[in-house]
């Protein structure tokens, strides 16, 4: 969008300024989403898969996009997270795509659309990041020495759709206990805004990988400033609006941080999660598309719709087995994490030491997860 930019200081602090005002607009703004949700009837009446008991309004997504758009205002009169706009248009692309996304959700979350008019809102928001180039171009494989894989166009496209179609409906999944949507987006973001930092304090051109850095500061800002209020006892569900809008984001992030990794400068042998930028993306919402992966095999195996709803989620299965509502919120937070930031401490730290940490991690997490089982047995 300009000329080339001159080299950028690390602004850690108008990222971190940026997510606090997305946290407290959005925190803020649900109170006021809440009761526009009740007095328009967007209220989710307790079903068979439900957890919930009694009615609870939706219509989050409302206030959280309402919290990040205040922190893009914000960000475009900082003096150095302004340049985010100059020479990129990632993150005018996630707000377009968002704005449509969220209007979807939000008369799914009134009126409860069919699955397949979602998914052409899906489509369509996705395709707003494709038309302003927020696209999958390049892949760096490790054999031979290091090969670039170049995509065609077309392929750039359907694997940038795909990926959002995934994500969006992957929260979506997920979105079945109090603030455990919420916790995972606010968990990935952090961890891609790790990665996306990495790349800022590292790359020759550090200006261009602010806009996913500021991308996952502000879902990181609107998820935490909606966690208050959406953590058990819930007071208001994000509802399809907010879980597709954080997919979407993540999106958005990923892919827009995907085009910034140095190809040329990257090492496999100290940084393993750069051999595809998409190991970074499987790891930071593995749980979720773990989720999403078992829920489409396990319906369809069963001849039903890969949209139809059933309470057979991880997070279902975490009560069956005994752990309380707060507690499998908890321990999903935890793979969460674990996966997360271990993925992207592998392009920081020492691998060795940071993949026994990760196993150490993970086997703690794995006996948290069974002991209600061992001492039912």
Same mark, same amino acid.
């Given at each position: 969008?300009?000329?080339?930019?001159?080299?950028?200081? %690390?602004?850690?602090?108008?990222?971190?300024?940026?997510?606090?005002?997305?946290?407290?607009?959005?925190?803020?703004?649900?109170?006021?989403?809440?009761?526009?949700?009740?007095?328009?009837?967007?209220?989710?009446?307790?079903?068979?898969?439900?957890?919930?008991? #009694?009615?609870?309004?939706?219509?989050?997504?409302?206030?959280?996009?309402?919290?990040?758009?205040?922190?893009?205002?914000?960000?475009?009169?900082?003096?150095? /997270?302004?340049?985010?706009?100059?020479?990129?248009?990632?993150?005018?692309?996630? =707000?377009?795509?968002?704005?449509?996304?969220?209007?979807?959700?939000?008369?799914?979350?009134?009126?409860?659309?069919?699955?397949? #008019?979602?998914?052409?809102?899906?489509?369509?928001?996705?395709?707003?990041?494709?038309?302003?180039?927020?696209?999958?171009? /390049?892949?760096?494989?490790?054999?031979?020495?290091?090969?670039?894989?170049?995509?065609?166009?077309?392929?750039?496209? =359907?694997?940038?759709?795909?990926?959002?179609?995934?994500?969006?409906?992957?929260? @979506?999944?997920?979105?079945?206990?109090?603030?455990?949507?919420?916790?995972?987006?606010? $968990?990935?973001?952090?961890?891609?805004?790790?990665?996306?930092? @990495?790349?800022?304090?590292?790359?020759?051109?550090?200006?261009?990988?602010?806009?996913?850095?500021?991308?996952?500061?502000?879902?990181?800002?609107?998820?935490?400033?909606?966690?208050?209020? @959406?953590?058990?006892?819930?007071? $208001?569900?994000?509802?399809?609006?907010?879980?597709?809008?954080?997919?979407?984001?993540?999106?958005?992030?990923?892919?827009?941080?995907?085009?910034?990794?140095?190809?040329?400068?990257?090492?496999?042998?100290?940084?393993?999660?750069?051999?595809?930028?998409?190991?970074?993306?499987?790891?930071?919402?593995?749980?979720?598309?773990?989720?999403?992966? %078992?829920?489409?095999?396990?319906? #369809?195996?069963?001849?039903?719709?890969?949209?139809?709803?059933?309470?057979?989620? /991880?997070?279902?299965?975490?009560?069956?087995?005994?752990?309380?509502?707060?507690?499998?919120?908890?321990?999903?937070?935890?793979?969460?994490?674990?996966?997360?930031?271990?993925?992207?401490? =592998? #392009?920081?730290?020492?691998?060795?030491?940071?993949?026994?940490?990760?196993?150490?991690?993970?086997?703690?997490?794995?006996?948290?997860?069974?002991?209600?089982?061992?001492?039912?047995?």
């Amino acid at each position: 969008m300009g000329s080339t930019p001159a080299p950028a200081i %690390l602004p850690f602090r108008e990222y971190l300024l940026v997510g606090l005002t997305a946290a407290v607009l959005t925190f803020l703004l649900t109170g006021l989403v809440r009761r526009l949700a009740i007095r328009s009837g967007a209220v989710a009446k307790p079903r068979d898969r439900d957890v919930h008991l #009694t009615p609870i309004p939706r219509l989050g997504g409302l206030a959280m996009y309402g919290g990040i758009l205040g922190g893009v205002l914000l960000a475009t009169h900082l003096p150095v /997270l302004r340049r985010s706009f100059e020479f990129s248009w990632d993150v005018v692309a996630v =707000l377009v795509a968002g704005a449509i996304i969220v209007v979807v959700g939000a008369i799914d979350d009134r009126f409860e659309l069919d699955s397949l #008019t979602k998914l052409a809102g899906q489509v369509t928001a996705a395709g707003v990041l494709v038309l302003f180039g927020v696209q999958w171009f /390049l892949f760096w494989m490790p054999w031979n020495g290091g090969l670039t894989l170049v995509l065609g166009q077309d392929q750039a496209v =359907l694997l940038t759709v795909a990926l959002a179609v995934a994500l969006m409906n992957a929260m @979506n999944f997920v979105d079945g206990l109090d603030g455990l949507a919420a916790g995972i987006g606010l $968990i990935a973001a952090a961890a891609i805004g790790a990665f996306a930092l @990495n790349l800022l304090d590292e790359s020759g051109r550090s200006v261009s990988a602010y806009p996913p850095t500021l991308i996952a500061a502000l879902v990181a800002g609107a998820c935490l400033g909606f966690l208050p209020h @959406n953590f058990q006892p819930a007071r $208001i569900f994000m509802g399809d609006s907010g879980a597709m809008l954080i997919g979407l984001m993540l999106a958005g992030a990923t892919t827009s941080a995907s085009g910034q990794i140095d190809i040329q400068q990257s090492n496999a042998s100290d940084a393993l999660a750069l051999l595809s930028p998409l190991l970074v993306v499987a790891a930071v919402l593995f749980v979720p598309l773990l989720d999403l992966v %078992l829920a489409v095999v396990r319906r #369809t195996s069963a001849g039903r719709s890969p949209f139809a709803a059933d309470k057979m989620h /991880l997070h279902h299965r975490l009560l069956e087995i005994g752990h309380s509502h707060r507690r499998a919120v908890l321990l999903i937070y935890l793979w969460a994490a674990l996966l997360a930031f271990g993925a992207v401490a =592998l #392009t920081l730290f020492d691998g060795f030491v940071v993949v026994w940490g990760i196993g150490l991690g993970l086997l703690v997490a794995l006996l948290g997860s069974v002991v209600p089982r061992l001492r039912a047995g």
